[in-house]
C-alpha cells in the first residue's frame, strides 16, 4: 500500500468520533486494518473516546482475522457519513522515478470548519444539562459555547442542536477543532479535524502552581474547583503525552501533574517519567475509566484536593551500571561453590574429555556426591538437587546407578534425579519443559552436548551462539548450575570441541584425559579457583550378577588413586644421579617440551628420550666416556619410579 494511500485511510478514520457505539466502533476498526493501518493509529484513534480501555482496544485489535471480514471501503464511507470527503488516490506514472507524495490535510465541508461551527455558536450557561450533570454550577464558562437550537449540524446523522462546544487549540493557539456534548450522547469530535495535540485550559495557569492533565472536561471542573488551580482538557487519554511534550518544551520548570482515569495509570507514569511529571492516581479498586469528576462527586471537593496534593513523582529506574568503592567490594558475599574450588552455585561448566577417557563415569559419581553433600576428590561440597540428563549410554546408566550403590553399600541418593528421555538445548520448547520440572538452584547435567544439539555445526560462531543462549536460558530459569558433558576434537591437546566461544562463555571447566589405565582430571577453567592441578582416579569394575543369559553384568565406578601422588611423594636420594638428571631436565621441559605427543596426556610437556638422556649425561659430574651410560641409568630410574612416563621414544612428568 502506497503512503498516500494510508494517509487517506488515517484521515479517514480521524474523521469518524471514537464515542462510537461498540459494534460501529469495532468495524471502524476492522476496516482500518484492512486499510492497512497499524494499532498504534488505531489505539490513538481510540483513546479520544470518553470511554477508552486500553486493554479492550488491544484485546479487540488481536481479534481481527487479516483478509476476512470487512474491507477498507468500509472506512471510507463511515468517514464519509460523518463529513469527510476523500481524495482519490493518484495513480503513479511508472515511468516516473518514486518520490514521497505530498499529503493534503483533509478540508471541511463548507461550514464545518471550526472556526465556522464556532463562529455559530452561542454563550454556554451553567444550566447546560452536561454542566449540571458534571456538577460544574461556578465554573469558568468565557471559553465555553453550545451549538443553536436551530443550527443544522449533524455528525453520524445525529443533530447537534443544543450540544456543548469545547474549543480545541493547537499549540500555536489556533482553533484546531471541537468537541461537542449533545445533553443526551456522547462527546462528539467535529469531522475532519483531528483532536491530535490539541487542548483546552480550564482557569488560568499561574507560574509556581500545579498544572493538571486531565482526558475530558468534566474531570477538568473538577480539579479547578477543588483547588482554584488549572486544568488542561487532552480530548482522551491518547492526546496527553503530545499535550504534556509541547508543555514542557514551553516551560521546562512547569509543574506537570497528569490525573489519569482509572486503567491508565500505568501509562501516566511512563509519560511522567519521560517529562519530569507527577502523577495523581484514583484510589485502588474503583471501576474502569473512573475519573477526578467521580471521585469529586462522591467524596467532594476536599478530599479530591488531598488527593491531587499527593500526586507524586514515578520511581526513577535504577541506572544500569553501579559504581563500587572499595567498601562495597569488601561488603559483596563471597563466591559460592559447590564443589569448593571446582564449580559454583551458579552458572555454566563443562567436563570435557577424549572418547572412553571416563568422563561420563566422572561426572555421575560427581552428581552422586552433589546430591548427598559428599566430600568429592577431597574438596568439600554443598548438597544440591542433580537433575542429569543421560543421552548417550542411556541402556547403561541402570547398571552405572547399580554399581554405584554397590560400591558405595547404599541406594541412590534422593536428591538425584534421571532424564532418559530425548532432549535438544536447540528447541526451546524442550528447554522451558525441562526447566519447569527441575528444583530451583539444582545441578543440571547435560551428557553429552553433540546429543542435545545433534543438527548444530559446534564449529559455527551462530550455531555455538544459539546453543549457549539456550544453555544460559535453561540455567536463569533453574537459578543453578548447567554442567555440558563434551569431547575434545581430533587434536586432544586444543581442548574443547567446536568454536571457541563454548570455552570462553564458560564459568569452570574440568578436562579428563587417559594414559593407558590411568586417568586423571585437573582443572581447566575456574572462578578463583586452582587450575591446573591434576587429580588422578580410576575406574574399578563392579560384579553386578548375571543376565537374563547367564552373562555377567558389569559396570564401572570411580575411585580417587592414590597411587601417583604415594610416587611423586617418594623422596630421590640426596646428591644422587637421579636428583641431577631430574634438575636438568625441568626447566628443559619447560623450554623445549612439546604437547600433542601421542599416547601422551592432553597438553603434557614432551621430551624426545634421547634428548632428554643427552640433556642429563652433560649435567652429571662424572668421567665424560661414563656420562651417557649413567645418564640412561639414572632416566631409567626415574621412570621405574613414576617421576617419568615414557612412550614411543617420549617422556613427561607425571
Known amino acids: 500500500m502506497h503512503l498516500n494511500d494510508l494517509e487517506r485511510a488515517r484521515a479517514a478514520l480521524a474523521a469518524i468520533p471514537a464515542d462510537l457505539p461498540r459494534d460501529e466502533w469495532v468495524r471502524a476498526g476492522m476496516a482500518a486494518q484492512a486499510a492497512g493501518l497499524d494499532f498504534e493509529t488505531f489505539d490513538g484513534w481510540s483513546a479520544q473516546a470518553g470511554n477508552y480501555d486500553a486493554r479492550a482496544c488491544r484485546d479487540t485489535w488481536r481479534s481481527f482475522k487479516p483478509g476476512k471480514g470487512l474491507e477498507a471501503g468500509t472506512l471510507f464511507r463511515m468517514a464519509a457519513e460523518h463529513g469527510h470527503h476523500a481524495d482519490k488516490p493518484q495513480r503513479k506514472s511508472p515511468?516516473?522515478?518514486?518520490?514521497?507524495?505530498?499529503?493534503?490535510?483533509?478540508?471541511?465541508?463548507?461550514?464545518?470548519?471550526?472556526?465556522?461551527?464556532?463562529?455559530?455558536?452561542?454563550?454556554?450557561?451553567?444550566?447546560?444539562?452536561?454542566?449540571?450533570?458534571?456538577?460544574?454550577?461556578?465554573?469558568?464558562?468565557?471559553?465555553?459555547?453550545v451549538v443553536p437550537q436551530d443550527d443544522p449540524l449533524r455528525i453520524g446523522g445525529k443533530s447537534m442542536a443544543g450540544a456543548l462546544a469545547v474549543p480545541a487549540y493547537a499549540a500555536d493557539g489556533a482553533l484546531q477543532s471541537l468537541q461537542l456534548i449533545p445533553a443526551d450522547g456522547p462527546k462528539m469530535n467535529l469531522p475532519g479535524c483531528p483532536?491530535?495535540?490539541?487542548?483546552?485550559?480550564?482557569?488560568?495557569?499561574?507560574?509556581?502552581?500545579p498544572l493538571y492533565l486531565v482526558e475530558g472536561i468534566g474531570a477538568a471542573w473538577s480539579c479547578w474547583q477543588a483547588t482554584g488551580r488549572a486544568a488542561v482538557v487532552c480530548f482522551g487519554w491518547g492526546n496527553v503525552s503530545k499535550v504534556a511534550a509541547e508543555l514542557r518544551q514551553r516551560d521546562a520548570s512547569a509543574r506537570l501533574v497528569l490525573v489519569p482515569d482509572v486503567g491508565k495509570e500505568a501509562d501516566a507514569r511512563r509519560i511522567a517519567a519521560e517529562l519530569d511529571c507527577r502523577v495523581a492516581t484514583m484510589p485502588e479498586g474503583e471501576p474502569s475509566n473512573f475519573d477526578a469528576n467521580d471521585y469529586a462527586r462522591r467524596e467532594?471537593?476536599?478530599?479530591?484536593?488531598?488527593?491531587?496534593?499527593?500526586?507524586?513523582?514515578?520511581?526513577?529506574?535504577?541506572?544500569?551500571?553501579?559504581?563500587?568503592?572499595?567498601?562495597?567490594?569488601h561488603a559483596l558475599p563471597p563466591l559460592a561453590w559447590r564443589v569448593r574450588g571446582v564449580l559454583p552455585t551458579r552458572g555454566l561448566a563443562a567436563v570435557y574429555g577424549p572418547s572412553a577417557s571416563g568422563k561420563s563415569f566422572?561426572?555421575?559419581?560427581?552428581?552422586?556426591?552433589?546430591?548427598?553433600?559428599?566430600?568429592?576428590?577431597?574438596?568439600?561440597?554443598?548438597?544440591?538437587?542433580?537433575?542429569?540428563?543421560?543421552?548417550?549410554?542411556?541402556?547403561?546408566?541402570?547398571?552405572?546407578?547399580?554399581?554405584?550403590?554397590?560400591?558405595?553399600?547404599?541406594?541412590?541418593?534422593?536428591?538425584?534425579?534421571?532424564?532418559?528421555?530425548?532432549?535438544?538445548?536447540?528447541?526451546?520448547?524442550?528447554?522451558?519443559?525441562?526447566?519447569?520440572?527441575?528444583?530451583?538452584?539444582?545441578?543440571?547435567?547435560?551428557?553429552?552436548?553433540?546429543?542435545?544439539?545433534?543438527?548444530?555445526?559446534?564449529?559455527?560462531?551462530?550455531?555455538?551462539?544459539?546453543?549457549?543462549?539456550?544453555?544460559?536460558?535453561?540455567?536463569?530459569?533453574?537459578?543453578?548450575?548447567?554442567?555440558?558433558?563434551?569431547?575434545?576434537?581430533?587434536?586432544?591437546?586444543?581442548?574443547?570441541?567446536g568454536h571457541s566461544s563454548l570455552f570462553a562463555a564458560l564459568d569452570a571447566a574440568i578436562e579428563v584425559s587417559r594414559d593407558g589405565d590411568r586417568r586423571e582430571w585437573k582443572l581447566a577453567k575456574a572462578k578463583d579457583g586452582e587450575d591446573g592441578r591434576a587429580h588422578p582416579f580410576r575406574l574399578v569394575v563392579q560384579e553386578l550378577g548375571p543376565d537374563a543369559d547367564g552373562e555377567p553384568v558389569t559396570s564401572c565406578t570411580v575411585e580417587a588413586d592414590t597411587t601417583t601422588q604415594a610416587v611423586r611423594a617418594a623422596k630421590l636420594p640426596q646428591g644422587g644421579n637421579q636428583r641431577i638428571a631430574l634438575d636438568a631436565l625441568r626447566p628443559m621441559f619447560k623450554a623445549q617440551g612439546r604437547a600433542g605427543i601421542d599416547g601422551a596426556p592432553p597438553l603434557r610437556l614432551c621430551l624426545e628420550l634421547d634428548a632428554a638422556i643427552a640433556a642429563a649425561a652433560n649435567a652429571l659430574p662424572v668421567d665424560p666416556d661414563r656420562k651417557t651410560e649413567r645418564a640412561r641409568v639414572a632416566v631409567t630410574g626415574l621412570i621405574s619410579r613414576g617421576v617419568l612416563a615414557c612412550r614411543n621414544g617420549w617422556i613427561w612428568q607425571t
Open 300 to 329: 467532594g471537593g476536599d478530599a479530591l484536593a488531598a488527593l491531587l496534593d499527593a500526586a507524586a513523582a514515578p520511581p526513577k529506574p535504577e541506572p544500569r551500571y553501579r559504581l563500587l568503592s572499595g567498601a562495597d567490594l
Open 362 to 497: 566422572l561426572a555421575f559419581d560427581m552428581a552422586c556426591a552433589i546430591a548427598e553433600g559428599a566430600r568429592w576428590f577431597d574438596c568439600t561440597v554443598k548438597p544440591a538437587p542433580v537433575v542429569y540428563v543421560a543421552l548417550e549410554g542411556e541402556a547403561g546408566f541402570k547398571a552405572r546407578a547399580q554399581a554405584w550403590e554397590v560400591s558405595r553399600g547404599r541406594t541412590l541418593p534422593e536428591a538425584l534425579a534421571l532424564v532418559l528421555q530425548p532432549f535438544a538445548l536447540t528447541e526451546p520448547q524442550d528447554v522451558q519443559e525441562l526447566a519447569a520440572v527441575v528444583p530451583a538452584g539444582a545441578v543440571v547435567i547435560v551428557d553429552t552436548l553433540n546429543r542435545a544439539a545433534p543438527l548444530a555445526d559446534e564449529n559455527s560462531s551462530k550455531d555455538m551462539g544459539e546453543i549457549l543462549q539456550a544453555a544460559k536460558a535453561l540455567q536463569s530459569a533453574t537459578d543453578g548450575l548447567v554442567l555440558l558433558v563434551h569431547h575434545t576434537g581430533k587434536d586432544a591437546t586444543r581442548g574443547l570441541r
Open 95 to 145: 515511468s516516473k522515478a518514486v518520490s514521497r507524495p505530498v499529503v493534503t490535510p483533509p478540508v471541511p465541508r463548507p461550514g464545518m470548519a471550526p472556526a465556522d461551527v464556532w463562529s455559530r455558536c452561542e454563550p454556554a450557561t451553567w444550566g447546560h444539562p452536561y454542566i449540571a450533570r458534571k456538577g460544574g454550577a461556578g465554573v469558568p464558562l468565557d471559553g465555553l459555547r
Open 195 to 209: 483532536m491530535a495535540g490539541a487542548s483546552f485550559i480550564v482557569g488560568t495557569p499561574e507560574p509556581g502552581q
